[in-house]
Every structure is written in C-alpha cells, then in structure tokens.
C-alpha cells in the first residue's frame, strides 16, 4: 500500500478500497488497488473479447465504507473505469463512492442479488468526483472516530441498551449513518434529537445483527486466518447445532460459536458433504442383537465408513464395524438370524474412557433460538 497511514483503525480510507488518503492536489489515478479491502471484486470476463454488436452496460457497482455497495446508472456521456472516485445520488445530497465494478461484470452481479437493470427508480452517477468533491469527502470522513467516540457517551448517558458499533458519514457531510447493535427495541427518538444537535447533520440509525457487527470489526478466527465475514462472506445463512452434530462435533459452545457469540458461519462449509456421505449410514439408534448381548452405538467415522458398538453389558469396550456389516446384521436382525457375536464382524477395539467432556453441552441449544 501507498502512504505511510495505512493502518485501518487511523485511516479509515482503507475500508472504503482505497490504498491511501486520497489527496486534493492528485489525479488519485492509483488511490485504489485491488485486495486492500474487503468484499474486493476481479472482473475475470474483462480479457474475453467483446463481439462487435456488443452494447456496454450503462451501470456501475460503486462501493463506499466497509460492504455497502450499491449498483448507479452511468450517464451516456461519462466513461468510468475500476478504480474512479466518483459522485453519486444520495437522498438528499450527494455521496462519493469508488467504482468497484463495471461492463458486463455487473450485470452477473445484479442477478446474482436479484436488481432490475430496467429500473427506472436506480440512482445515478452525477460526475467524477472534483477537487472540492475530494475536499468535502476528506473532511467527513476524518470526523467518524471522533463522532463514535462521543455517540458512545451519549447513548451511555441516556441509559440507552444499544451498542454504536460504526459511525459513516455522507461524502458531502450533511448526514452521517449510525450502525448499531441492541438486543431489544430501543426508543431512539431522544438520542436523534440529541446527535443532530450534537453533530449538526441529518442523522439515519441503522440496526445490524451480531454477525454483520463482526464483519465490520474484523478480527483472527480460530483457525489462524482473517474472518470470513469481514473478508468475503457476504450472505448470512443460519447456522444450527444439527450442522455440528452432523459432522459429529464436540458440543462445547466455547468451541463451536464465533466472535459474534453465534454458531460459526464454517458449520455449513462441509455441512453438505457430510450429508451426502450419511445416506447409506443405518439409524444408530437401532440395537444390534447377538447372541453374546445386544450392542448399542457409539460414535462414527463418517469418511472411513466405520460405526462403533459396544455391548450392554460392557459398555467400555468398544468396536469398529464397516457400514456394510452394520447394514447386513440389522437385516439379519429383522429376518429372525441373530449372530454369534460382534467380534466376527469387527477389526479395530478401543478401550472407552469413564469420563468423557460433556462441558456446556446443556447450554448448546441456546444457540437454535437465535
């Protein structure tokens, strides 16, 4: 990255896709570089050749803070190219934004998020951005950490139960967004009137759930790398403990919730897969009579194909059965063939522990209500 500010708690540029502060006596030509922020895009159709009747798409992705993106109409005679500042329609004013994505490249990404290109109600695109536009947007932007800092207090101070987690303020700087957390209703209504005297701007309260209030922190998972919500993941899909179980977690909650407090968005990565490798896997509430003493399962190796037994009457030791075998002796069971004993049909033993980790199992299911 340019620039010597490049750290995102003191440049808060950084989150909007640019690689440093714009500069007012600049072209800014290079103030965007790709995969400085997140929610960065790669046009891979850009190289593929265009045929000759091919007609451009008069509409631009422009993203602004963090993973608002919004899709403008182009005017016919305005060319735009990844990277411009440009300004854009807002209600009311105007707003500055950054072009994230044009050509055919955002017609994919309207269908992929289900947008009309024939709306007639899209906003538009009004210019590039000027050196004034540049001056102004500079301006506001530099006043969001302090206008968080003291909305914190404020709302400390009304003894409001809500939480301010980002503060964006417009590009012309005549109204500033607040994005806030709360587990219940808040009336809001004095602390409106209170910030629009306090800041001197229209003021818009924006409710965001746990998850997208990580997303706009940030921060390191569990698994050593940035987390997925603040890099790419953009669609929010629920997550419940029958994805652990499936995948035959430990249901520790300490292990299985994330950052936001809620059941990891990765539970669903390899949800599917497992699924699928379950379909010929026998109910494993079914008791498998033998002659030696029925069994009852254990646990899974869902990819070595393996099921676990154990008898009713030495519930320590423990027996690998393949599928296969499991499949055939409750066949056997139904058609009146009781085996011998399990051990024919095993070839890996394992010693049980007594005790095994049931830690905040019993507060597991908190999470299926939320």
């Not at 500069?23 to 790669?42: A, G, L, P, T, W």
């Not at 994505?101 to 998020?113: D, I, P, S, T, Y």
């Not at 494993?284 to 009457?313: C, P």
């Amino acid at each position: 990255m340019e620039g010597n500010n490049d750290n995102p708690l003191t440049n808060p540029f950084l989150s909007r896709g640019c690689s440093h502060t714009p500069r007012i006596f600049q072209k800014n030509e290079k103030v965007f570089q790709h995969c400085c922020s997140k929610f960065d895009s790669f046009d891979w159709m850009d190289p593929i050749p265009k045929p000759e009747d091919f007609k451009p798409v008069d509409i631009a992705e422009i993203r602004f803070k963090n993973s608002r993106k919004d899709f403008f109409r182009i005017p016919p005679d305005i060319e735009l190219a990844i990277g411009d500042i440009v300004a854009v329609e807002a209600n009311p004013g105007h707003d500055i934004g950054i072009v994230s994505m044009c050509g055919e490249m955002v017609r994919l990404q309207m269908r992929k998020k289900k947008v009309n290109p024939d709306n007639p109600d899209m906003k538009k695109v009004y210019r590039r951005a000027r050196l004034t536009d540049i001056e102004k947007w500079i301006a506001s932007v530099e006043l969001e950490m302090g206008t968080m800092s003291k909305s914190k207090e404020i709302v400390l101070r009304l003894g409001l139960q809500m939480k301010i987690n980002d503060v964006e303020y417009q590009g012309d700087g005549t109204k500033a967004i607040f994005y806030y957390t709360a587990d219940d209703r808040v009336d809001f209504r004095e602390l409106i009137k209170v910030l629009a005297e306090e800041f001197k701007v229209r003021i818009e309260m924006r409710q965001i759930g746990a998850r997208q209030e990580a997303s706009r922190l940030g921060g390191i998972g569990s698994c050593g790398r940035e987390l997925c919500c603040s890099t790419w993941l953009n669609d929010f899909r629920s997550v419940t403990t029958g994805a652990a179980r499936v995948q035959q977690l430990s249901l520790n909650p300490q292990k299985l919730a994330g950052q936001c407090g809620k059941l990891k968005c990765c539970l669903n990565y390899e949800y599917e897969t497992y699924l699928d490798a379950l379909k010929d896997f026998p109910n494993s509430e079914i008791v498998l009579k033998t002659k030696k003493g029925d069994a009852v399962h254990q646990k899974s190796d869902i990819f070595n194909r393996l099921m676990w037994y154990s008898y009713l009457n030495d519930p320590s030791n423990l027996m690998a059965i393949k599928v296969e075998n499991v499949n055939q002796i409750i066949s056997d069971n139904k058609n009146g063939i009781i085996p011998e004993q399990l051990e024919d049909f095993s070839f890996i033993f394992e010693q049980k522990s007594e005790f095994e980790n049931v830690v905040g199992q019993d507060d597991l299911t908190r999470f299926d209500n939320q």
